[in-house]
């Protein structure tokens, strides 16, 4: 891997990570359950890594 597909990998882990934070903080607010938040922000984390890797795929 050179350093761009590097970077480039980082910066999609921290968006998810991001996303994943929003996504759970957001529907801990709603009065969710701890569990039921986690869940919810790891799929989104899930979702916006597999939209990168199905870009990535489509791309090479």
Do not use: D
């Amino acid at each position: 891997m050179n350093p761009v597909q590097i970077l480039s990998l980082l910066l999609a882990l921290s968006v998810a990570l991001h996303l994943a934070t929003a996504a759970a903080l957001t529907a801990r607010r709603t009065g969710t359950g701890t569990a039921h938040a986690a869940l919810t922000g790891g799929g989104a984390a899930a979702t916006a890594l597999g939209l990168y890797f199905a870009a990535l795929a489509a791309y090479h």
